[in-house]
């Protein structure tokens, strides 16, 4: 049962825009937008002095279901997600099992429609075991597919170490290929250095030096290059260095590209300073880089060499970070709290309202082709969240909705908080609330 909502008085920031109007939600759409006058059975919401945005669009997670749920699930996640504004998330395959079939991915979606309260789609895994049945499917069925994260199922798991996957990949996929960037005969090669120098345990503040800027460059460099050789259509999933960023082009609109990128936000918030602070907490593959390398991706950003903004939410328990170099898994959870970290650029004047709404939903929808998704047009799926820029808060245990309980950013102030998120027209968070009874949608795509 979809509501009749109206916002009234919002600032509106939407392509390119802002402006104080009223946005009326009926269906599960975006009725009208402009000065509306209520009737009796609207639901009015007052959101004057509040920012409305599009829903944010999260093109790169891992919610861990199935398989890993002692982590998260697609419950727990996007419920996490949703109280930081996320209406709709795009998940990666490293599950167990690793989504490398159709079976497998029917599954997921079967068990996202059942719990997942934001919006969802999901990357079929493809890696050297699988590629051959890949090759033969029509992957312009899938959002996308991609090798993130299948590296911790086994070495050599990774495409931009395998050429000649690659490039068969390359060859004969219609879809978006999204890969994860790293030579691993580079990695592994620092790995043997550093573990003759301080033995198993590591220290933290090194991972940058073994995931190191070489290794990153160099496996970009060459993914490219075969793209551009098949006119595949490439996306390199989270970018850490200012070396690759020289690597993209921002002279095409983002519909017409063919090589296209991402910033993950914690790559934009740490850097290699925080380590001596957070240990093995802010270990992620790839590694959270120099001061400046985050300024080179957020002047990429701004400049629209990288395309969109993504969380790479990886929740780990406490347990599973809190030992040593080799042991400690790599990744965090972030997705509750992206666009609060987005906010607080916006409060120090380093980016417009207009570019992270740009970057973190328009750009999404656009990449990914989604049906009706990224943007406050009538007709669309009325995905908006309402934001009080101008509201203080500390990100502490006892307001996480992570299943694993933690976070990197615990301590810290936000000067933004998120007030309501609306899902297919659906008002599911408010000011600390939540109403379950609708669950997200399957996102539609188009070719």
């Given at each position: 049962m979809y509501e009749n909502i109206l916002i009234r008085n919002a600032t509106v920031v939407n392509e390119g825009k802002s402006f104080i109007g009223d946005v009326l939600l009926?269906?599960?759409?975006?009725?009208?937008?402009?000065?509306?006058?209520?009737?009796?059975?609207?639901?009015?919401?007052?959101?004057?002095?509040?920012?409305?945005f599009p829903g944010?669009?999260?093109?790169?997670?891992?919610?861990?279901d199935p398989g890993l749920t002692h982590k998260g699930d697609l419950y727990t996640e996007s419920k996490?997600?949703?109280?930081?504004?996320?209406?709709s998330f795009i998940d990666m395959p490293n599950t167990v099992p690793n989504i490398l079939t159709i079976e497998s991915l029917r599954d997921k979606y079967e068990i996202a429609s059942k719990k997942s309260l934001a919006n969802y789609s999901f990357f079929l895994g493809v890696n050297a075991d699988n590629i051959d049945e890949v090759i033969k499917m029509d992957t312009s069925q899938f959002i996308g597919v991609s090798d993130d994260g299948l590296y911790f199922t086994k070495k050599?798991?990774?495409?931009?170490?395998?050429?000649?996957?690659?490039?068969?990949?390359?060859?004969?996929?219609?879809?978006?290929?999204?890969?994860?960037?790293?030579?691993?005969?580079?990695?592994?090669?620092?790995?043997?250095?550093?573990?003759e120098k301080y033995g198993a345990d590591i220290p933290a503040k090194f991972h940058p030096l073994i995931r190191n800027t070489k290794g990153c460059y160099e496996a970009t460099k060459r993914a490219i290059e075969l793209a551009k050789k098949h006119q595949a259509r490439l996306h390199i999933l989270h970018l850490t260095t200012e070396a690759e960023t020289h690597l993209f082009q921002n002279d095409l609109p983002l519909q017409d590209k063919k090589i296209t990128t991402e910033v993950s936000v914690h790559h934009l918030w740490f850097s290699d300073k925080d380590y001596?602070?957070?240990?093995?907490?802010?270990?992620?593959?790839?590694?959270?880089?120099?001061?400046?390398?985050?300024?080179?991706?957020?002047?990429?950003l701004l400049d629209d060499r990288i395309d969109i903004i993504t969380t790479d939410h990886a929740p780990h328990t406490l347990e599973e970070k809190e030992q040593a170099y080799f042991q400690?898994?790599?990744?965090?959870?972030?997705?509750?709290?992206?666009l609060n970290c987005m906010l607080e650029f916006y409060k120090q004047d380093l980016i417009s309202l207009e570019k992270i709404v740009e970057k973190m939903c328009h750009n999404p929808a656009i990449l990914y082709k989604m049906t009706h998704r990224g943007?406050?047009?009538?007709?669309?799926?009325?995905?908006?969240?309402?934001?009080?820029?101008?509201?203080?808060?500390?990100?502490?245990?006892?307001?996480?909705?992570?299943?694993?309980?933690?976070?990197?950013?615990?301590?810290?102030?936000?000067?933004?908080?998120?007030?309501?998120?609306?899902?297919?027209?659906?008002?599911?968070?408010?000011?600390?609330?939540?109403?379950?009874?609708?669950?997200?949608?399957e996102i539609e795509f188009g070719t």
């Open positions: 009926a269906d599960g759409r975006i009725e009208q937008i402009g000065t509306i006058d209520p009737e009796p059975h609207h639901q009015v919401i007052d959101a004057t002095g509040k920012h409305l944010i669009i999260d093109g790169q997670v891992h919610f861990r996490a997600a949703i109280a930081g504004g996320v209406t050599g798991n990774l495409l931009a170490d395998q050429p000649e996957t690659m490039e068969k990949l390359f060859a004969n996929c219609s879809s978006i290929i999204a890969i994860h960037s790293e030579k691993e005969e580079i990695v592994e090669e620092n790995e043997r250095l550093f573990k001596d602070r957070l240990g093995m907490l802010i270990k992620w593959n790839p590694a959270i880089k120099t001061k400046e390398d985050r300024a080179g991706l957020f002047k990429a400690a898994m790599s990744g965090a959870p972030m997705v509750q709290h992206t943007f406050i047009r009538k007709g669309y799926y009325a995905d908006l969240t309402l934001v009080d820029l101008n509201k203080n808060w500390t990100v502490a245990k006892d307001n996480l909705l992570y299943k694993c309980g933690w976070s990197p950013l615990e301590g810290t102030l936000f000067q933004t908080e998120i007030q309501q998120t609306f899902v297919n027209g659906h008002l599911v968070y408010d000011k600390g609330h939540f109403s379950e009874e609708q669950k997200g949608k």
